[in-house]
């Protein structure tokens, strides 16, 4: 058959037409990978990614996703499950081969940090690139930052349907969470997670502030002079 008859059902290859019996080979392959994966054939799709990742002409660092994907499905002939802390792994080694798609990775990496029950490394994590370009403009990486801030502000004794921010909460993280959220709904106004936990939020950090605040001189001598006059007042 000739090269230009081939007709494949995914892009493959930036979706230059093969022009080599090798090249059609990968498209073919990289056509099956894609369909066992929408039919959720894990151990077929496996199979295909791990002869693809062999393949010089595929650039297995821009398919971080598939790798991610088929990471997180069992492996029923090896008799293993992966588990969130290889997802893990996996991404923290991607955000350091693949700089090009940090951004994204690093998305993904908080993610799985908060599954994990790593909040304060996935809070590290963000504090290390949110004050630098491009993620400081990442709304959706202020957002993460806000709500782990918020989950770190929490008392250590458990807490009722009734208890509020104000009570017990860590004044600190409870400014961190507002300075991010604001931040998040600043660049994306429509942003209705960051614009629903400030509405939460709004009063509650001004007033933790307050009860860490220790008196200062000056209030504590008007309270005794008002003493002082009430007692002559008394006399």
């Known amino acids: 058959m000739p090269h230009d008859k081939h007709s494949f059902l995914f892009s493959s290859l930036n979706s230059k037409q093969p022009n080599t019996a090798r090249k059609v080979h990968i498209c073919r392959l990289f056509d099956i990978l894609q369909l066992c994966v929408q039919r959720h054939d894990w151990q077929r799709a496996r199979r295909a990614w791990t002869i693809l990742l062999r393949c010089k002409e595929v650039d297995w660092k821009t398919m971080w996703k598939t790798s991610l994907l088929l990471l997180g499905r069992p492996d029923e002939t ?11 792994s996996f991404l923290t080694v991607m955000m350091r ?21 790593m909040h304060r490394r996935a809070m590290e994590e963000l504090d290390l690139y949110l ?51 604001e931040r998040a709904l600043a660049i994306d106004p429509s942003n209705i997670v960051a614009a629903a936990f400030l509405s939460q939020l709004a009063g509650t950090t001004r007033a933790a502030s307050d009860r860490d605040t220790p008196d200062s001189d000056d209030e504590k001598m008007e309270v005794d002079e008002a003493l002082q006059t009430r007692k002559r007042v008394r006399a």
């Open 131 to 181: 004050p630098s370009y491009p993620y400081q403009d990442n709304p959706v990486l202020h957002v993460y930052a806000g709500l782990i801030a918020l989950y770190l502000a929490q008392p250590a004794s458990d807490i009722s349907e009734e208890t509020t921010y104000g009570q017990g909460w860590d004044a600190s993280h409870l400014r961190n969470a507002q300075a991010h959220l």
């Open 78 to 88: 090896a008799g293993y499950n992966t588990s969130e802390t290889d997802k893990v």
């Open 97 to 117: 081969q693949h700089p090009e798609e940090r951004e994204s990775i690093l998305k993904e990496l908080v993610l799985h940090l908060i599954q994990c029950d």
